[in-house]
Nanobody
Framework: QVQLVESGGGLVQAGGSLRLSCAAS????????LGWFRQAPGKEREFVAA?????????AYGDSVKGRFTISRDTAKNTLYLQMNRLKPEDTAVYYC???????????????WGQGTQVTVSS
């Protein structure tokens, strides 16, 4: 059973930075693609970033975070990260870590989800 546990959320002022972590366990993630999504109140879940677990390549980012957020992973620690810089109030949301066991680029193929961590950016 795959378990994903996010941490690192909090309150930060606009222009500041946060780093989210996602501790992954329960499987060998060799063929997985892992990603971050977010959901703001009253809005649909939005793709933020994704990365291939093995190789750390094929990174992808949502248009609204390109150039500000960086996704990475540490396979030795089984941890996924999201470094968020130059945060804006519109980045306020619950951030979810997710795993895609098919390793595809399709958002619909993410089949494991964490519980989420709240990020609040004040203006």
């Amino acid at each position: 059973q795959v378990q994903l546990v996010e941490s690192g959320g909090g309150l930060v002022q606009a222009g500041g930075s946060l780093r989210l972590s996602c501790a992954a366990s329960g499987r060998t993630f060799s063929r997985y693609r892992l990603g971050w999504f977010r959901q703001a109140p009253g809005k649909e879940r939005e793709f933020v970033a994704a990365i291939n677990w093995i190789g750390g390549d094929s990174t992808a980012y949502g248009d609204s975070v390109k150039g500000r957020f960086t996704i990475s992973r540490d396979t030795a620690k089984n941890t996924l990260y999201l470094q968020m810089n130059r945060l804006k109030p519109e980045d306020t949301a619950v951030y979810y870590c997710a795993a895609n066991s098919r390793g595809t680029f399709e958002v619909r193929d993410y089949n494991y989800w964490g519980q989420g961590t709240q990020v609040t950016v004040s203006s």
